[in-house]
């Protein structure tokens, strides 16, 4: 007993435990730092020329936030996993992208199919599903540098620039999850931001400084802000949207038709409806542009003489909120209801259902299914909806749809 208290006293329990501390934690501190090891990826670009996989990478700068200072690699190879592990390469580290905000696809990789590239880079690279999802035009080495500029010289993300954007269809900001889930859906159908690199100012372009073209290539960088570079870049985002089928673009929706098509999406608002010629006691031949403070919409699908038909009910609560008339009288705009006459109710509601009779049109001509309509009917109609899709084809089940439409206007207050 005396040898077990000598063996566990106290004084020779710290020794042990001291031993023991030291022969775990040695190796750990001979060991070099994440940073020295590991590149933090905040962007991720991804294009294709002729059999060639392009990519840039965004990479922060050690010791930096994202706002100060991040470079851009480039690289390149026959698949994308060539082209990743040569930036590597260049960068004598590994890339992390556990922090990546956003993956750039190029529009030529976007004609060919992105599924690929959104598999390799979440399975095997472990970007996060959340990371946002955008295509891009312009050249890619150029494209990478001129988001970094952005936010290393203007203290303003990509992100920003995206989200700040009123005009959302099907979700808020696209994503990689997003993306996904419409890719697997049944009518395969993604929506995803479309962002411009312009050599020239336009509407409200976001200047940036030179974006690096000369420096391209395999392992070329460039630090942020645009520093010694001439001719200024200009990024251009107003809303445009590119349409996925099964991981391929088909089609690019301008932002005066994503207006349109947003009165079908339930969670999504709009920002204004500009009403021409409304003239009654109140306005004389005035455009007049109404606030939308909050829309909600109802969609009811069933079948009528073995036809689908779709019911769409859309509540809008509003306020004037400009008017531009010819001969004003002496009103003060102020926020009631006094303003929203009958006659700019009804002229409203008549602009509304036109907008949306058109937008339907529209995903009928292209065979796009942006706004849901087989979701509906495949959810409240079942068996009839699968006849209708045998009869006519999976490409062609918008064509014999009865649409009517019911929009209700009311003052906000």
Request: glycine residues 8%; hydrophobic residues 40%; contains cysteine.
């Amino acid at each position: 007993m005396k040898k077990l208290k000598t063996i566990f006293s106290p004084r020779k329990l710290v020794l042990w435990l001291s031993i023991v501390i030291l022969i775990f934690t040695l190796p750990q501190l001979n060991a070099k730092a994440m940073s020295q090891t590991e590149a933090i990826v905040t962007m991720m670009f991804v294009d294709k020329e002729a059999d060639t996989i392009k990519v840039s990478a965004v990479v922060l700068a050690p010791g930096q936030d994202k706002t100060k200072n991040q470079q851009v690699y480039n690289g390149e190879g026959d698949t994308l996993s060539a082209a990743v592990d040569s930036v590597s390469l260049s960068l004598g580290k590994d890339m992390g992208f556990a922090q990546c905000q956003i993956m750039g696809l190029g529009d030529n990789i976007c004609k060919d199919g992105v599924i690929n590239v959104l598999d390799y880079m979440t399975r095997t690279k472990k970007v996060g599903r959340n990371a946002g999802l955008i295509n891009f035009s312009g050249k890619i080495d150029e494209f990478a540098q001129a988001t970094a500029d952005v936010n290393t010289s203007k203290n303003l993300s990509l992100e920003e620039i995206i989200n700040f954007d009123k005009r959302f269809i099907l979700a808020k900001n696209s994503n990689i999850e997003l993306f996904y889930m419409g890719y697997f859906g049944d009518t395969g159908i993604g929506v995803i931001p479309k962002i411009e690199l312009l050599d020239a100012p336009y509407k409200n372009s976001v200047e940036v400084g030179q974006s690096g073209g000369e420096s391209a290539g395999a392992g070329s960088s460039s630090s942020g802000g645009g520093q010694g570079q001439s001719k200024p870049k200009y990024l251009f985002y107003d809303g445009t949207m590119n349409v996925f089928k099964f991981g391929k673009s088909v089609n690019t929706i301008k932002p005066t038709m994503v207006d349109k098509l947003n009165y079908f999406v339930e969670k999504n608002q709009t920002g204004s409806v500009v009403v021409d010629g409304v003239s009654d006691y109140l306005y004389n031949n005035a455009r007049v542009v109404v606030n939308i403070a909050q829309k909600d919409t109802f969609t009811f699908v069933s079948f009528k003489d073995s036809k689908p038909r779709m019911d769409v009910k859309v509540n809008l609560s509003v306020m004037v909120e400009e008017v531009d008339e010819d001969n004003p009288t002496k009103k003060i705009l102020r926020r009631n209801q006094e303003f929203l006459t009958p006659e700019l109710v009804k002229k409203m509601k008549e602009k509304v259902e036109a907008d949306m009779h058109e937008g339907f049109s529209y995903c009928q001509q292209n065979k796009i299914d942006v706004i849901g309509v087989y979701k509906h009917f495949n959810a409240f109609a079942y068996k009839q909806w699968k006849n209708h899709i045998k009869q006519l084809g999976e490409d062609n089940f918008l064509d014999d749809i009865d649409l009517n439409i019911s929009v209700i206007v009311k003052s906000e207050f």
